[in-house]
């Protein structure tokens, strides 16, 4: 993804020797040796820059107990410096858990920090970044009681093909495909080519060729107009908060038809949304509201007291750059993140309504595992201000978020904040409990009214919300196989002092 703010690249030398500058003067953190190969000098940098910018920075142990160089320990200096990361992210407990609030429940992976070399954040094989580059087939597949086509990415391959979610697969690359080939069907998700035999959601057979190959899509995957009872719904899904170059028009563009029709209640769709940019988050919260609530705490971005009282002197090796990746002049010299205001008011967001939809009484949203980061931050800020309901299932639990560093080739994004909304709630590392639990019924499309979580949507809308009648129910659980989805969320309008 094409990340404004991130820091040019320095050299490996400068960011060693200025961190253990920095830290001549820091009682409490003990200077890093003066010498050793370029992979404990990394080790230490992920340290140090931890130590002061790390959200739970106050439960790390000084450098002498902490040792980063006991990581150099493999011929694989990535795999070392995540062992390190994940260490450092599993230092503070939850004490609602028990567990830390970086606990994945997967060994050796941090549920929200990652180090990206370069592959993670670009439009690589088999993603769609967050400008919505992506490089794949465009579609990705479930495994339940049958094989279908869990979603399709518009302007891709599988989207020219007219392929749709809900589609029934029998055959790839003709061999007939079932319930127990989730390994041939990847293997073949892996190729440059692949030939589908489809059963259509009007029951029509048919063939298609695919070729994996590079496209710009959209995050919009389906916006309509439905009714429940005396009310007309607006139904929008949305895969994903890119940058606003990508994401502005066509969510405008949805949320000026629902004006237009004048629907009075929206169904958002964020069950395969992992987040993004919180400038994103923010254009859909605007759409959302009414203008009533111009001027009023949408959320506010809590950094730690270091970061606050501007005592992350660390940051002064990283340079500041502004949205079209320029250097920023700042009393006299170039700005570095250490300039950055990290202050609660000045990262106090308010509404600011967007767009003519003004009927807005009540907002359902689609909800799953999936969805995570700046999707959950749009259901939090909304909710001391409007009737905000969750279909679905527990959503990811994630209100914290983060700004990349750059230490030698790498970027490294741990957790730099938590958000809260104007309630100031916000203790949702577990997840948001959905209010009506439904499962995820990929036998239909998107915008279908049969569909298990839009049927319930529907129902609740129209005061009807125990009944399902006619809505079928998924008979296991899902195995899904596809283009990854970035789940995170990144703050790209910091400012100075």
């Given at each position: 993804?094409?990340?404004?703010?991130?820091?040019?690249?320095?050299?490996?030398?400068?960011?060693?020797?200025?961190?253990?500058?920095?830290?001549?003067?820091?009682?409490?953190?003990?200077?890093?040796?003066?010498?050793?190969?370029?992979?404990?000098?990394?080790?230490?940098?992920?340290?140090?820059?931890?130590?002061?910018?790390?959200?739970?920075?106050?439960?790390?142990?000084?450098?002498?107990?902490?040792?980063?160089?006991?990581?150099?320990?493999?011929?694989?200096?990535?795999?070392?410096?995540?062992?390190?990361?994940?260490?450092?992210?599993?230092?503070?407990?939850?004490?609602?858990?028990?567990?830390?609030?970086?606990?994945?429940?997967?060994?050796?992976?941090?549920?929200?920090?990652?180090?990206?070399?370069?592959?993670?954040?670009?439009?690589?094989?088999?993603?769609?970044?967050?400008?919505?580059?992506?490089?794949?087939?465009?579609?990705?597949?479930?495994?339940?009681?049958?094989?279908?086509?869990?979603?399709?990415?518009?302007?891709?391959?599988?989207?020219?093909?007219?392929?749709?979610?809900?589609?029934?697969?029998?055959?790839?690359?003709?061999?007939?495909?079932?319930?127990?080939s989730s390994t041939f069907i990847q293997?073949?998700?892996?190729?440059?080519?692949?030939?589908?035999?489809?059963?259509?959601?009007?029951?029509?057979?048919?063939?298609?060729?695919?070729?994996?190959?590079?496209?710009?899509?959209?995050?919009?995957?389906?916006?309509?107009?439905?009714?429940?009872?005396?009310?007309?719904?607006?139904?929008?899904?949305?895969?994903?908060?890119?940058?606003?170059?990508?994401?502005?028009?066509?969510?405008?563009?949805?949320?000026?038809?629902?004006?237009?029709?004048?629907?009075?209640?929206?169904?958002?769709?964020?069950?395969?949304?992992?987040?993004?940019?919180?400038?994103?988050?923010?254009?859909?919260?605007?759409?959302?509201?009414?203008?009533?609530?111009?001027?009023?705490?949408m959320y506010t971005e809590y950094f730690?007291?270091?970061?606050?009282?501007?005592?992350?002197?660390?940051?002064?090796?990283?340079?500041?750059?502004?949205?079209?990746?320029?250097?920023?002049?700042?009393?006299?010299?170039?700005?570095?993140?250490?300039?950055?205001?990290?202050?609660?008011?000045?990262?106090?967001?308010?509404?600011?309504?967007?767009?003519?939809?003004?009927?807005?009484?009540?907002?359902?949203?689609?909800?799953?595992?999936?969805?995570?980061?700046?999707?959950?931050?749009?259901?939090?800020?909304?909710?001391?201000?409007?009737?905000?309901?969750?279909?679905?299932?527990?959503?990811?639990?994630?209100?914290?978020?983060?700004?990349?560093?750059?230490?030698?080739?790498?970027?490294?994004?741990?957790?730099?904040?938590?958000?809260?909304?104007?309630?100031?709630?916000?203790?949702?590392?577990?997840?948001?409990?959905?209010?009506?639990?439904?499962?995820?019924?990929?036998?239909?499309?998107?915008?279908?009214?049969?569909?298990?979580?839009?049927?319930?949507?529907?129902?609740?809308?129209?005061?009807?919300?125990?009944?399902?009648?006619?809505?079928?129910?998924?008979?296991?659980?899902?195995?899904?196989?596809?283009?990854?989805?970035?789940?995170?969320?990144?703050?790209?309008?910091?400012?100075?002092?």
């Open positions: 993804m094409k990340q404004t703010i991130l820091i040019a690249l320095l050299s490996c030398a400068t960011v060693f020797v200025s961190c253990r500058k920095d830290h001549d003067t820091d009682t409490e953190t003990p200077v890093s040796p003066t010498d050793g190969t370029r992979e404990q000098l990394t080790l230490d940098s992920i340290y140090l820059y931890a130590k002061q910018i790390y959200l739970w920075y106050d439960a790390l142990p000084d450098y002498t107990t902490f040792n980063p160089r006991q990581y150099a320990t493999g011929s694989n200096v990535l795999t070392n410096y995540e062992k390190e990361l994940y260490v450092i992210t599993q230092s503070k407990t939850n004490p609602a858990t028990g567990y830390s609030y970086e606990y994945s429940g997967y060994a050796g992976s941090p549920k929200y920090s990652f180090i990206d070399d370069g592959s993670l954040t670009g439009a690589r094989l088999g993603t769609v970044s967050l400008t919505d580059k992506g490089d794949d087939f465009g579609l990705s597949i479930s495994i339940s009681a049958d094989v279908r086509i869990r979603y399709v990415n518009p302007n891709s391959s599988a989207a020219q093909a007219g392929l749709a979610r809900g589609f029934k697969i029998t055959q790839i690359n003709g061999t007939t495909v079932t319930t127990s293997n073949a998700l892996n190729g440059t080519t692949m030939s589908m035999t489809i059963v259509d959601n009007g029951g029509i057979t048919g063939k298609v060729n695919l070729t994996k190959s590079n496209y710009t899509t959209n995050p919009v995957l389906k916006t309509v107009v439905l009714t429940a009872g005396a009310q007309k719904v607006g139904y929008l899904n949305y895969s994903r908060f890119s940058v606003m170059s990508s994401s502005q028009a066509p969510l405008e563009s949805a949320f000026s038809t629902f004006a237009t029709q004048g629907v009075t209640a929206l169904i958002i769709d964020l069950r395969y949304n992992g987040g993004g940019y919180t400038q994103t988050a923010e254009e859909m919260i605007n759409l959302i509201a009414p203008s009533t609530l111009n001027d009023k705490t730690n007291d270091l970061l606050q009282n501007g005592k992350a002197t660390i940051l002064k090796q990283q340079l500041y750059l502004d949205a079209n990746g320029n250097t920023v002049d700042y009393n006299g010299h170039k700005a570095t993140y250490a300039d950055l205001d990290y202050s609660i008011s000045g990262n106090t967001y308010s509404f600011k309504k967007v767009g003519t939809l003004n009927t807005v009484k009540q907002v359902i949203f689609i909800v799953s595992g999936n969805t995570a980061s700046a999707s959950e931050l749009v259901i939090n800020s909304l909710k001391p201000y409007l009737p905000v309901k969750l279909v679905g299932s527990q959503t990811y639990g994630k209100p914290v978020g983060f700004f990349g560093v750059k230490i030698d080739k790498y970027t490294v994004y741990m957790s730099n904040f938590y958000m809260q909304n104007a309630n100031g709630d916000g203790n949702y590392f577990q997840g948001m409990t959905p209010d009506i639990v439904a499962s995820d019924d990929v036998t239909h499309d998107f915008g279908d009214a049969n569909e298990n979580c839009i049927a319930a949507a529907l129902n609740y809308i129209s005061g009807h919300p125990s009944g399902k009648i006619g809505v079928a129910t998924a008979e296991a659980p899902l195995i899904h196989m596809g283009p990854a989805s970035f789940t995170g969320m990144i703050e790209d309008r910091m400012h100075t002092k």
